[in-house]
């Protein structure tokens, strides 16, 4: 019988031998791949996190002790080990186990937070509670895979360095693919001195020790200071070339590390030594993404950080080839714009690969600029590359630019400087949850003066966009599509002004308004109320904001107008459309369709837009409703 079989929680583990535990760091890996290969998910860093999440829950005791993840995709063996092995078949499937921590699934779940960079100030906001209350519980938080170079982790950092009581631990998780300290042959080379040294350090006696001996030094006639000035600095020598802990020490924050992460023996015993110093310590780990399965391993791109379907053995993709994707066509055409236009630069957030930027990076690595996951620094770097003379494109998921808002608007629109951001993932995304939905972008962008904004109904309709957003130096320009394949390009059959009208029946009585992607529904709607006898007109804006005057004449020759978008309703394109025309004494009926502002959960694409009436059959009849009511209460009326 298969050791992990006999894991439904953390007290099973406590027992266990050393052998054991390795044979149970084995299966649960065979266990990750054989289950995420099936349902995707975020595979290699998970792997990588098998010995360190057997050693916290060995250590600390979940979930009185609270174990925070950031940003929350490396908590599947957590989940494992916490109950949840038999929901892996539903992982990121509908109603099935989240690919992040969840609250409503397990009472070890504290934090649902997967958005980078946040595990600190709530593990720094959770302990203080702690303390206040009187309790002596631990919070725990672990924190890498990126998340370290967010701005808001050091924030958080600066303050626990000087929060005195704590009982809080830092995991640093360095698996290369975070954040660059003075790792590799040092920490294999030291690490039993570094046991030796991490056991020592975050003794109490240790600290008042060392406290006892400044003292005598300092207080020593005339050659006092100059001896300790001495001793401070070949302490700190030593301990800087033992391991990279300037960074965190010249806080004032106690180091230990750096620690072998798949050395279970060795982070049990940093893990021990830190609950010990009673005070906020930090836990450095070094650990391999991908660890125990070669296709992982051997790729170097994001060692299978997330996956789709793929084969469990070979590693390659089960996914249906030649499918061409939105990220491909704007990867393509901006690297086509770089080459003609030496001003174009490009920004990303730890997201080369998946923004489709790594084909402009190849081409033109010296114009592109990887900050990590800062968003807000991307954003205001963009202002000031713009204010230098170039035009940078940032292309980030829709749902991580919410967090440059300010920066957005004060930044870059306030100067009134030519940046592009091009927003992946828009809309609903679908497994990944509600984080993940990209469903808030438009409404916050509404409100930046002088924002332009198109949602591509098509590829042809995309590069035209990216085009002339490049060409724009007097404000931001605003491109957002989602994550699914390109669709089928959709011609205009005629043009309004700089309104394309995509279907127009005899005698319209009904304006369709599509958006983005969700144009070949509008079509539809208007071909179903065409069949009914009802007169429609389909269009797209092309560019959303501003509402042109062009789409406002053409909401006031019709009786009624239904706007269809992939963003929530408060505040979106429709909510837009209708302010704008009250504004112009424009008293056409308006209903808008959209997502509904509220947490989306994880689920299938197709299935969550039929669910929130977002389909052709469902947005028709409501108008074919409306109208057939109208005419009957007209009717009774004039009876």
Not at 213 to 230: C, D, H, S, T
Not at 234 to 255: E, H, N, R, T
Not at 613 to 632: D, K, N, P, V, Y
């Amino acid at each position: 019988m298969p050791l992990l079989d006999e894991i439904n929680g953390p007290d099973d583990l406590r027992d266990l031998t050393p052998e054991q535990l390795r044979q149970l760091a084995e299966e649960i890996r065979a266990f990750l791949i054989t289950n995420v290969s099936r349902t995707g998910g975020h595979l290699g860093p998970n792997l990588g996190v098998v010995e360190l999440t057997l050693a916290l829950h060995r250590v600390f005791e979940s979930p009185g002790d609270a174990i925070v993840f950031d940003t929350g995709h490396q908590s599947y063996v957590h989940k494992i080990l916490t109950g949840r092995r038999h929901l892996f078949p539903t992982l990121r499937q509908p109603g099935g186990l989240s690919g992040y921590p969840s609250r409503a699934e397990s009472p070890h779940d504290w934090v649902e937070n997967s958005h980078a960079s946040t595990s600190l100030s709530w593990a720094d906001g959770m302990a203080k509670a702690n303390l206040l209350k009187g309790s002596d519980r631990f919070v725990v938080a672990v924190i890498g895979d990126g998340a370290l170079t967010g701005g808001m982790a050091w924030e958080a950092l600066n303050n626990i360095a000087v929060a005195g009581e704590e009982r809080l631990v830092i995991v640093v998780n360095d698996n290369g693919r975070s954040y660059t300290p003075t790792v590799g042959g040092i920490a294999t080379q030291l690490s039993a001195l570094g046991k030796q040294l991490s056991a020592i350090r975050t003794d109490r006696r240790y600290e008042r020790t060392l406290q006892r001996i400044k003292e005598a030094v300092r207080n020593a006639p005339v050659i006092g200071q100059m001896v300790y000035g001495l001793m401070h600095g070949f302490k700190m020598g030593v301990k800087d070339v033992l391991a990279p802990q300037g960074m965190f020490s010249d806080l004032g924050l106690k180091y230990v590390g750096p620690i072998d992460g798949h050395d279970q023996e060795a982070v049990e015993l940093a893990l021990h030594q830190a609950k010990k110093f009673g005070a906020p310590v930090l836990v450095h780990c070094i650990t391999q993404k991908g660890r125990g399965f070669k296709a992982a391993e051997e790729n170097e791109q994001d060692r299978f950080h997330a996956v789709g379907k793929i084969d469990e053995v070979t590693g390659e993709s089960l996914a249906e080839l030649g499918i061409r994707t939105w990220t491909d066509a704007f990867g393509d055409e901006l690297a086509r714009i770089g080459a003609t236009n030496p001003s174009v630069v490009a920004i990303t957030a730890a997201m080369l690969h998946p923004t489709g930027l790594d084909q402009f990076a190849r081409h033109f690595p010296e114009r592109t600029f990887d900050v990590g996951i800062a968003e807000q620094h991307a954003v205001t770097s963009a202002a000031g590359l713009a204010a230098g003379g170039l035009h940078p494109v940032f292309a980030v998921y829709a749902t991580f630019l919410n967090r440059a808002f300010d920066q957005v608007l004060m930044d870059v629109a306030l100067h009134r400087l030519g940046v592009t951001f091009v927003l992946d993932r828009a809309g609903v995304t679908g497994p990944d949850g509600p984080s993940h939905n990209g469903m808030w972008d438009a409404s916050l962008l509404g409100l930046v003066p002088g924002l332009r904004l198109s949602a591509p109904r098509d590829e042809p309709r995309l590069v035209a966009a990216l085009q002339l957003a490049v060409s724009i130096d007097d404000g931001p320009t605003v491109l957002r599509y989602s994550k699914d394949p390109l669709p089928d390009p959709l011609p205009a059959v005629s043009a309004r002004g700089d309104v394309d009208v995509l279907l127009e029946s005899p005698r319209p009585r009904v304006l369709v308004v599509g958006y983005g992607q969700l144009c070949s529904i509008a079509v539809q709607v208007g071909e179903r109320l065409a069949q009914q006898g009802i007169g429609a007109t389909v269009v797209d804006p092309v560019w959303s904001l501003p509402v042109s005057a062009d789409l406002l004449a053409l909401v006031a020759g019709h009786e009624l107008v239904l706007t269809i978008e992939d963003n929530g309703l408060a505040g979106g394109l429709g909510s837009r459309l209708s302010q704008e025309a009250r504004a112009a004494g424009i008293d056409t009926r308006l209903r808008e369709f959209g997502i509904p502002q509220e947490f989306v959960p994880q689920g299938n694409r197709s299935q969550l837009l039929e669910e929130f009436g977002l389909t052709a059959q469902q947005i028709a009849r409501f108008a074919t409703e409306l109208i057939a009511a109208q005419e009957s209460e007209q009717v009774t009326t004039a009876g």
